[in-house]
Every structure is written in structure tokens, then in C-alpha cells.
T-cell receptor, first 109, second 114 residues
């Protein structure tokens, strides 16, 4: 059974204070690791897909990396508008997308 | 805006009742997925359809059912509702339902069962 664990559960940062969110996974035959951002009461918004160890993707202040056991979402010089819950999910050969519990990020001005 | 639409946005009903949630996928997407998000369970996959056919089943209760119509929109039917069914219900869509494809989520339907 696929498993995804995200840490920390919550993270408070000052504006401009860089940090990383962790996503550890156990999956049989990874077909993709997905990062989403979710604002309260809204649907998850797609950020990145990573397919193989060593792959990296960047978008504005966010950078996602992937190893064989975990993925990191690095946030550089965050701004208050980056405050949200960040969700990690994995998909194996089956058709279920398995989500972690998320990291709730709060960026103070 | 992901291009996935869901109606209604909010739904308040009583225990024992039946409701129907509706989803329209992004233009060109053939596969639709339903998810439930509650405070204690996180995002849980319920069911997937591809071009009208059921493709995969997750943690979907027997009281719940879904279908995808020829115009590709999908409906999730929840019956004999219980207090614990209160949650956010999301629909997502992807092009062909393959495991490596990105799923794009709709804005969700918030269901409150009183």
C-alpha cells in the first residue's frame, strides 16, 4: 500500500526566511510525485510533477526535488501570499493518487 | 482557475437524505476522479471514471455511487447521509486517466449534514 508522510505539519516563517518542506513516500513503482497548493476552502492547485530521482523543477520562489525515498519543496524568500497548505501525492501503477496530510505554511510579514 | 467546474458550492441537508454532486471536467479531459476531504482523514480517493466507464475504486462507501455521462460530466450520489459524511468533495480531471498524468482539481462542494 502506498504511503505518504509530510513534515512538518505546520511551519511558521518570517517573510524572507527560506525553508524546506519534506514528503517521504513508500510506493511500489512510482509513476509520479505531485505537489499541490491548497488555500482554505479551495481546491488543490497543481504546482509540480516529478517522475524520477534527481529531477528538479522550479516555479517562482518554489523548487521541488526528488530522491528515491522523499521529495522536498524548497521555498526561497517566502512572501505572505505563499501562506497555504502544501500537499504531496504519489501515484503508482494503480490509479489511486495517495495524498500526505499536508504542511500548513504561515508566512508573517 | 483549473477549468474543472463543480456544483453546488455548498449543500446543507439532514441525516438520511440523498444528494447529488455534479462535476464538469476540463475541456478535452476524458477521465474524472472524485475525492473526499475531511479534517481527520485528509484527501481520500473515492472513484475514477474514464470515458463513461469505471476505472478504479478507492475508499468509497456502498451508500455512495457515481457515474460519468456521454458528455463526460460526472455525478456523485450520496445516500442515507450520516453526520460523518460532512466534508469537502472534490472532482478532478485528467486527459486519459494514465497514472503519470496530472490531475486538475475543481473548487469543491462543501457538504454539511445536520
Amino acid at each position: 500500500e502506498d504511503q505518504v508522510t509530510q513534515s512538518p505539519e505546520a511551519l511558521r516563517l518570517q517573510e524572507g526566511e527560506s525553508s524546506s518542506l519534506n514528503c517521504s513516500y513508500t510506493v511500489s513503482g512510482l509513476r509520479g510525485l505531485f505537489w499541490y497548493r491548497q488555500d482554505p476552502g479551495k481546491g488543490p492547485e497543481f504546482l509540480f510533477t516529478l517522475y524520477s530521482a534527481g529531477e528538479e523543477k522550479e516555479k517562482e520562489r518554489l523548487k521541488a526535488t526528488l530522491t528515491k525515498k522523499e521529495s522536498f519543496l524548497h521555498i526561497t524568500a517566502p512572501k505572505p501570499e505563499d501562506s497555504a497548505t502544501y500537499l504531496c501525492a504519489v501515484r503508482s501503477a494503480g490509479n489511486m493518487l495517495t495524498f500526505g496530510g499536508g504542511t500548513r505554511l504561515m508566512v508573517k510579514p | 482557475d483549473s477549468g474543472v467546474t463543480q456544483t453546488p458550492k455548498h449543500l446543507i441537508t439532514a441525516t438520511g437524505q440523498r444528494v447529488t454532486l455534479r462535476c464538469s471536467p476540463r475541456s478535452g479531459d476524458l477521465s474524472v476522479y472524485w475525492y473526499q476531504q475531511s479534517l481527520d482523514q485528509g484527501l481520500q480517493f473515492l472513484i475514477q471514471y474514464y470515458n463513461g466507464e469505471e476505472r478504479a475504486k478507492g475508499n468509497i462507501l456502498e451508500r455512495f455511487s457515481a457515474q460519468q455521462f456521454p458528455d463526460l460530466h460526472s455525478e456523485l450520489n450520496l445516500s442515507s447521509l450520516e453526520l460523518g459524511d460532512s466534508a469537502l468533495y472534490f472532482c478532478a480531471s485528467s486527459v486519459a486517466g494514465r497514472p503519470q498524468e496530472t490531475q486538475y482539481f475543481g473548487p469543491g462542494t462543501r457538504l454539511l449534514v445536520l
